[in-house]
Structures are given as C-alpha cells and as structure tokens.
C-alpha cells in the first residue's frame, strides 16, 4: 500500500484526499519511486478545479513533477538501479 492524494470530484483544496492505494509492480521499461518532493502548479490548481484545458478522469491526482529514490525496476531496465 501506498499513500496517495486524489480528489474524485472538482473543486477547492478541500476535495483534496489521502488515500491509501495498492500499488502494482513496474511494467517493462518503468521505474518506482518514492518520491521525496512533489511539484505542485498553477495548472493542476486549475485541473482540480475544473477549469484547465483539459478534464481530468476522476478519481485523479496530482503532482505530476516529483523527484524521489527508485524503489523497484521493471524488466528491461538498465539505466537505473533501485536506490538510484
């Protein structure tokens, strides 16, 4: 399991929930990270509020800038390392 913040509907800081999700292994060519510091920006404020570009499918969540320690690899993986 893992913590996660999603909102299932759009509106205000408020609809922000932490949930805790089952997290699947990383496919073929993916990294897992647990991420150490997230990026949050006007575009997902806009996002979660219903009025960006583009509509969201709910539930959804935010943060898509994160930086953070590589937990597990997929096949085919050789750049990285967990740890890395």
């Known amino acids: 399991?893992?913590?996660?913040?999603?909102?299932?509907?759009?509106?205000?800081?408020?609809v922000l929930r932490i949930?805790?999700?089952?997290?699947?292994?990383?496919?073929?060519?993916?990294?897992?990270?647990?991420?150490?510091?997230?990026?949050?920006?006007?575009?997902?404020?806009?996002?979660r509020a219903g009025s960006y570009i583009e509509t969201p499918t709910l539930p959804s969540g935010l943060g898509l800038e994160a930086a953070g320690v590589i937990e597990a690899i997929g096949d085919g993986v050789r750049a990285f390392a967990p740890g890395d």
Do not use: C, W, Y
Request: without cysteine.
């Open 1 to 14: 399991m893992t913590r996660v913040v999603r909102f299932h509907q759009h509106g205000g800081p408020e």
């Open 19 to 47: 949930e805790d999700v089952a997290l699947s292994p990383p496919g073929s060519g993916e990294v897992q990270i647990r991420v150490k510091a997230l990026g949050l920006n006007r575009a997902e404020a806009l996002l």
